[in-house]
């Protein structure tokens, strides 16, 4: 299941995150700061950026998962004790069918850093392909330069461009405007939201 950050996560989020290979490859910055990273996570929900605890039962956080709603990007970071146990790649898929059956993202794209096996292997698990983009360069959690390739995946029978149907989660709470050519005013929806992963489990994404 994803949920929400709690403060009752505080005292897991170090064992979490604090690593080198999160900071290497991730923007998560390094030395880590527990209440730093809830600030950083409510001014990203803020911009429109929703970042998800992965969990098994709603419990403990294992990980997390992360959503730019307006240009369809997610990321990743699974806890080094919680790994090679499938996480990462359950979450993406659920978030992936989640943002092309739910809100009509019919892109999706991962920026990868170059090299970074693992996650590789996290989006091909997901359907994603390595795209033509261009490599971009971008400062990770250690404050180097590094070099980011985008990987995505196009909705099946789809072009891949449509404009995405986000005004499927505006939420009565939410009110204004979801989507424009240039701008975006993200409102999230305080319902919860049931979804399959594919593999018949039911989990539930909450969007608040
Ligand atoms: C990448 C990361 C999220 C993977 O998490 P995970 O829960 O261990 O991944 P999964 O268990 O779902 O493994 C997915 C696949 O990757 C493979 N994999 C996992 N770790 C690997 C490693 N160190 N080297 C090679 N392959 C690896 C698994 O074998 C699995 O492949 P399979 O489906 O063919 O068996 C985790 O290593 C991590 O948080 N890394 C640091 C942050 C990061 O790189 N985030 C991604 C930013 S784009």
Redesign the pocket.
């Known amino acids: 299941m994803l949920r929400d950050w709690l403060d009752a996560d505080l005292p897991h989020l170090p064992g979490l995150f604090d ?1 080198p ?2 900071a ?3 923007d998560i910055p390094s030395p880590f700061d527990a209440d730093a990273f809830l600030v950083r996570i409510r001014r990203r929900r803020a911009q429109g950026i929703v970042d998800l605890a992965v969990t098994r039962d709603g419990g403990e956080p ?2 997390l998962v992360a959503l730019h709603v307006a240009i369809g990007v997610l ?6 004790a ?11 898929r659920l978030m992936t069918s989640f943002c092309h059956e739910e809100l009509g993202l019919t892109r999706l794209r ?4 170059q090299g ?10 997901a359907g994603y392909v390595r795209s033509d983009d261009e490599v971009v360069e971008r400062t990770n959690g250690l404050g180097q330069p590094k070099l980011l390739e985008t990987w995505h995946r196009i909705a099946p029978g789809t072009s891949g461009w449509q404009r995405p149907d986000t005004t499927r989660v505006i939420g009565a709470a939410g009110g204004g405007r979801v989507w424009d050519d240039a701008s975006v005013d993200y409102r999230h929806d305080p319902t919860r939201r049931d979804l399959r992963d594919g593999k018949g489990d039911l989990h539930t994404v909450h969007l608040g």
């Open positions: 690593a290979d999160i290497a490859n991730t294992l990980g990321g990743y970071a699974i806890g080094p919680h790994r090679g146990r499938g996480m990462a790649s359950r979450a993406l991962l920026s990868i850093v970074n096996l693992p996650s590789q292997r996290v989006a091909e698990s």
